[in-house]
C-alpha cells in the first residue's frame, strides 16, 4: 500500500490552504465587481466595439472566474448579470463563513494536537526499541529543512514545473515538484495571477499555467 496516498495533511498546510482560498476567493469577488468587466460586457451586447476580441477576454474572464461557466455564446447579457451576481452572492457567502466561525480556534487546537502526539509517538519509539521491536511508526517526522528559493529561482521553477503538467499540479505538488516550500508557493501563486489560473474548490484545486 502507497502510505503517502494516506498521509495527513499539517496543520500548517491546512491553514495556509484556507489562508490561499480566502485570498482567491476575494480577489475573485473583486474582480467580479470591476467596471472593466461590465465595460467589456456592454460593448460585446452592444455591437460598439470589436466583437471578437471583447468575446475572447471576456470568455477568459468570466470561465476562470465562474466555476462552470461554459461560453459567452450561450447567454444573454441578462443571464450573465445574473451569474455574476449569483456568484458574487456564493463568495460574500463563503467568505462570511471562514471570517465568522471558529475556524482559527480549530487550527490552534489541531496544532496543539499535533505537539502532542508527536512527544508521545517519541516516547512509544524509544519504548519500543528498547523493546527491540517495530509497531508501524517509523522514523521521527523531520524538520522540513528545504532551502528557502530566491524569487527568480521561484520565476523559473514554478512555471516550469507547472509547464510539465498539462492537467495542472495541486499546491503540494508544486512544492514537491521545485523543492519550494509550501507557504512559498501560495505567496508565488498569489503575487502571479497574471501567469496562473486556478480550477477546482478546497483540497481538489489545482494550478495551470496560462
Excluded at 495533511?9 to 480566502?22: G, R
Excluded at 522514523?139 to 520565476?155: G, T
Excluded at 519550494?180 to 508565488?188: D, E, L, N, P, Q
Amino acid at each position: 500500500m502507497n502510505t503517502d496516498s494516506l498521509q495527513m495533511p499539517t496543520t500548517d498546510q491546512i491553514a495556509a490552504e484556507f489562508s490561499a482560498l480566502t485570498l482567491q476567493w476575494r480577489h475573485a469577488l473583486t474582480s467580479l465587481g470591476e467596471h472593466h468587466l461590465h465595460r467589456l460586457l456592454f460593448s460585446y451586447f452592444s455591437g460598439s466595439g470589436p466583437r471578437d476580441k471583447a468575446r475572447a477576454e471576456l470568455n477568459a474572464i468570466l470561465t476562470g472566474l465562474i466555476p462552470g461557466f461554459g461560453t459567452l455564446e450561450r447567454h444573454t447579457m441578462s443571464d450573465i448579470n445574473r451569474i455574476i451576481e449569483a456568484q458574487k452572492r456564493d463568495l460574500e457567502a463563503k467568505l462570511a463563513r471562514i471570517s465568522g466561525n471558529d475556524l482559527a480556534a480549530w487550527i490552534a487546537e489541531r496544532r496543539t494536537c499535533e505537539t502532542k502526539i508527536a512527544a508521545i509517538d517519541a516516547k512509544l519509539r524509544q519504548f519500543c526499541g528498547e523493546l527491540g521491536i517495530e509497531v508501524g511508526l517509523g522514523d521521527a517526522p523531520r524538520e522540513d529543512r528545504r532551502p528557502r528559493l530566491s524569487d527568480s529561482e521561484l520565476d523559473v521553477r514554478i512555471p516550469e514545473a507547472l509547464r510539465k503538467a498539462p492537467k495542472g499540479l495541486s499546491q503540494v505538488a508544486i512544492s514537491e515538484a521545485t523543492g519550494a516550500s509550501y507557504g512559498a508557493v501560495v505567496k508565488w501563486l498569489k503575487d502571479h495571477p497574471d501567469l496562473v489560473r486556478a480550477e477546482g474548490e478546497r483540497r481538489g484545486r489545482r494550478v495551470f499555467l496560462k
